[in-house]
């Protein structure tokens, strides 16, 4: 974990993880909110053709650029906790790839700040992502529908 502010947690793992469970325990760690957003990433096979992703990260790096992304989202909508799971190594089609939740008093804060992360990992978090399928191997790029998204935050760097 790279969190500095004790309202986030960070996990950047190969291990599976359970995403109900995960979800139930962050509500349960965050009593008297009013509203707790999540969202669940499973890796898609886009024309049945993916046989594995495989992801690759630097920890130097990736760990403390999503946590400080965390930590504007928590103070720019006052969240009471913020979590992001993300996995790296070799996924297969239909495994969970990544988990974000958030928690707040209000939905609309705890509705855009999940957005808000989200838009931020799928264009800039520091990770590489190579497709493999019966044809070979290819590196994922980003999408531009992702960079698009991510323009309507204009403070995000």
Known sequence: MFAADSRLTLQIQQAAFDPGA?????????PGVGAV???TGI???????????EIEHYAAMTGPAISAI???AIGRWQLAGALVIHRYGRLLPGE??????????????AFASADFLM???????????????AGGSEW??????????LHRWSDLP
């Not at 995960?22 to 965050?30: D, I, S």
């Open 96 to 109: 969970t790839i990544m988990m974000v939740a958030t928690a707040a008093k209000h939905r609309a804060g």
């Open 22 to 30: 995960t979800l139930n325990a962050f509500q349960a760690a965050h």
């Open 140 to 149: 994922v790029s980003a999408k531009a529908e992702d960079e698009a998204a």
């Open 43 to 53: 890796v898609r096979d886009e024309g049945a053709t993916l046989t594995a992703l």
């Open 37 to 39: 957003v999540s969202f």
């Open 119 to 133: 838009d931020y990992l799928k264009s800039r978090a520091p990770f590489w992502k190579k497709a493999f399928s």
């Open 70 to 72: 965390a930590e504007q």
